[in-house]
């Protein structure tokens, strides 16, 4: 069984910062892309960062400059740092990975999701 747990959510003014963890656990052989995407109020969900096994990453352009995506893998652990947040990055924000199990073929994973709310 694998399961991604995210943290960091929250009600932050516009300006301000947050830093979203997302850890993966279970049964796990390999970790490949893991990324985050939200969905905001009357809106499709959408990538926002995403990063390879070997750091690569690509952004959203709307976040370009402003969030900063990475992972440590000996944790199985992958992060969002969001500064200079405005009111249109308020969602759900949701970790994903491509995880191959141990026994079992390799899947796309989804968190719980984990909501911010950018507000004065």
């Given amino acids: 069984q694998v399961q991604l747990v995210e943290s960091g959510g929250g009600l932050v003014q516009p300006g301000g910062s947050l830093r979203l963890s997302c850890a993966a656990s279970g049964s796990i052989f390999s970790i490949y892309a ?10 499709q969900r959408e990538l926002v960062a995403a990063i390879t096994s070997g ?3 690509i952004y959203a352009d709307s ?16 992060f969002l ?16 990975a491509h995880i191959r199990p141990v ?9 719980q999701g984990t ?6």
């Fill in 34 to 43: 893991m990324g985050w995407y939200r969905q905001g109020p009357g809106k």
């Fill in 81 to 96: 740092q969001m500064n200079s947040l405005k009111a249109e990055d308020t969602a759900v924000y949701y970790c994903n």
């Fill in 55 to 57: 750091g690569s990453t």
């Fill in 63 to 78: 976040v370009k400059g402003r969030f900063t995506i990475s992972r440590d893998n000996a944790k199985n652990t992958v």
């Fill in 115 to 120: 909501q911010v709310t950018v507000s004065s």
């Fill in 103 to 111: 026994v079992a073929p390799n899947y796309d994973y989804w968190g």
